[in-house]
Nanobody
């Protein structure tokens, strides 16, 4: 069955960096667009970043643009989220998600557009 397993979360001071990984199995990874979402306590899950199947294009929420970078290694079935200049407002559980796509022309920005989800990894940023 399909599994997405996130790792790399933790506790970091404001201004610091973390790199999240999401390892996928049970699917043809290169056929899936990938997304990163986050959910803070008491808030709805929100879009963070998306990356096309090839990894050649990325899209970011305004709140993380210029600070976060999504990438993927299709040979390793893994997607990454490099997070720099972290702020306390970035504190949340971070999830990766996979969406099967036949063509690469659409950005998937809503949680309900994704087929599979990981279990999440906690990121806590302290000031």
């Amino acid at each position: 069955q399909v599994q997405l397993v996130e790792s790399g979360g933790g506790l970091v001071q404001a201004g610091g960096s973390l790199r999240l990984s999401c390892a996928a199995s049970g699917l043809t990874f290169s056929s899936y667009a990938m997304g990163w979402f986050r959910q803070a306590p008491g808030k709805e899950r929100e879009f963070v970043a998306a990356i096309r199947r090839s990894g050649g294009s990325t899209y970011y929420a305004d709140s993380v643009k210029g600070r976060f970078t999504a990438s993927r290694d299709n040979a390793k079935n893994t997607v990454y989220l490099q997070m720099n200049s972290l702020k306390p407002d970035d504190t949340a559980v971070y999830y990766c998600a996979a969406r099967f796509t036949r063509y690469g022309g659409t950005w998937y920005l809503r949680a309900n557009e994704y087929d599979y989800w990981g279990q999440g990894t906690q990121v806590t940023v302290v000031s």
